[in-house]
């Protein structure tokens, strides 16, 4: 049994923390909010009244937050994971975040003989809760080894893509391809509904050929419903794709494509899909054309 301190059990989190309880690990989570602490003991876990007490005495201490700022306040400001935990403990980031602040986790960490690894997923709440998590890890493949047995708990396919930072610039990618992927059968949707087509037999054909997608797979019901309850928010796909501009533009490399999908992520944010599925981007494509 090996003993986990989990801080951010939210919709990926608490799935997650489920997870890790049920592969018989002992978990310790923090969350700041009431709902978050209830989501913690619905997961079977042990309630901890701060960062500090969940990461003490952790084997491996993971975080699942929103955003850069939610990381590097946890980990990077005074008081934070960076000054306290010991050598002997894993830190691993499952967290999507800009790759420029997970390289400032990991040389931090490695300070204090901390090893640690940036390890975001994809999949949604669907394969969290499946604990069919793809987990993209950058960092030391020694370190992965030693910890694959409780990634296991959380994804079916674990690998590990590079150094410090390599794996949130691969999730920076993944987020653009779905991204495009999603408004491309946004359009198409919106180009069989203007012309009379059989909807649900045109989206089975197309998942059957060349076209077919995982993106289709698991958004054709919301798609053909417009049910947008969230799987993963406008909000934080907007979030990501920032990431992705902002390392593009780094690197000093052009991505006409992002700009445009960038752009329609956030108008659906603008016109108030904020809190609704990524998938809502069909409602955007209808607005456009007047179909809504």
Known sequence: ????????????????????????????????????????????????????EAAQDADIVITMLPDSPDVTEVVLDD???????RAGQVYIDMSTIRPDVAQRIHATLDARDVPALDAPVSGGEPAAVAGELSIMVGGSAETLAHVRPVLEALGSTITHVGGPGAGQLTKAANQLIVAANIQAVAEAIVLLEANGADLTASLEAIAGGLAGSTVLNRKR????????????????HDKDLRIVGATAESSEVALPMTAVVTQLMR??????????????????????????
């Open 267 to 292: 108008a659906a944010k603008a016109n108030g899909y904020g809190g609704s599925d990524h998938s809502a981007l069909l409602a955007m494509a209808r607005q456009l054309n007047n179909r809504d």
């Open 1 to 52: 049994m090996t003993t986990i301190g989990f801080i951010g059990p939210g919709i990926m989190g608490a799935p997650m923390i489920a997870n890790l309880v049920g592969g018989g690990h002992r978990v310790r989570a923090y969350g700041r909010s009431e709902a978050s602490r209830t989501r913690i003991e619905e997961a079977g876990a042990e309630t901890a009244a701060s960062v500090t």
């Open 221 to 236: 019901q919301a798609f053909l419903e417009g049910a947008y309850a969230p799987g993963f928010r406008i909000d934080l």
């Open 79 to 85: 008081g934070g994971l960076g000054q306290t935990m």
